[in-house]
T-cell receptor
Framework: AQTVTQSQPEMSVQEAETVTLSCTYD???????LFWYKQPPSRQMILVIR??????QNATENRFSVNFQKAAKSFSLKISDSQLGDTAMYFC?????????????FGDGTTLTVKP | GAVVSQHPSWVICKSGTSVKIECRSL??????MFWYRQFPKQSLMLMAT?????????EQGVEKDKFLINHASLTLSTLTVTSAHPEDSSFYIC??????????????FGPGTRLLVL
């Protein structure tokens, strides 16, 4: 069974600074995807970034980038130039498309507060 | 990104009544949808996997007779909470599995439904 661990329940960062959220996972699968989702106070889950395990290049989406270390089973999210709207709960998720009916396994989440 | 709608966004009902929640994928077909329950400041708890044209698969500990799931078409799944009780009050979220966009797998989430049972 897959597990996803987010070791930082809460974090804070000053506006315009950079913050990194940690995520580790455990799996025996070779084909899988990793995701970061953002859940703001509205509670709408929003896809932030996705990484395919077969890709060595780290995914980036504007101010969001990941550090994917496959051997270490680590998948951290870096938010650059933090904005007040980045305040949210962030979930790391794992999904192996060919097993477990495509279910995702979520971490417990990290609550990020961006301070003005 | 893809859009998934969920209706209603919030509902208040009396104990003993049934409540139906709809989840629709608006711009893609989803043979698989997922239903989650979430308590405040906690992670998503998977309740069941909804499969178009077949029976839903429930996670351990989830009562299938209480949480009825119907996946009637490739764009619609419904969750009915039968004989609701106050302990069923929660935030329910659906997601739709998108497998078709360039072969990239993604789950897209609905906005959630807040259920309050009095």
């Amino acid at each position: 069974a897959q597990t996803v661990t987010q070791s930082q329940p809460e974090m804070s960062v000053q506006e315009a600074e950079t913050v990194t959220l940690s995520c580790t996972y455990d799996t025996s699968e070779n084909n899988y995807y990793l995701f970061w989702y953002k859940q703001p106070p509205s509670r709408q889950m929003i896809l932030v970034i996705r990484q395919e395990a077969y890709k060595q290049q780290n995914a980036t989406e504007n101010r969001f980038s990941v550090n994917f270390q496959k051997a270490a089973k680590s998948f951290s999210l870096k938010i650059s130039d933090s904005q007040l709207g980045d305040t949210a709960m962030y979930f790391c998720a794992f999904m192996a498309p060919n097993t477990n009916a495509g279910k995702s396994t979520f971490g417990d989440g990290t609550t990020l507060t961006v301070k003005p | 990104g893809a859009v998934v709608s969920q209706h209603p966004s919030w509902v208040i009902c009396k104990s003993g009544t049934s409540v139906k929640i709809e989840c629709r994928s608006l711009d893609f077909q989803a043979t698989t949808m997922f239903w989650y329950r979430q308590f405040p400041k906690q992670s998503l708890m998977l309740m069941a996997t909804s499969n178009e044209g077949s029976k839903a698969t429930y996670e351990q500990g989830v009562e299938k007779d209480k949480f009825l799931i119907n996946h009637a078409s490739l764009t619609l799944s419904t969750l009915t909470v039968t004989s609701a009780h106050p302990e069923d009050s929660s935030f329910y979220i659906c997601s739709a599995r998108d497998t078709g966009r360039g072969g990239l797998e993604t789950q897209y989430f609905g906005p959630g439904t807040r259920l309050l049972v009095l």
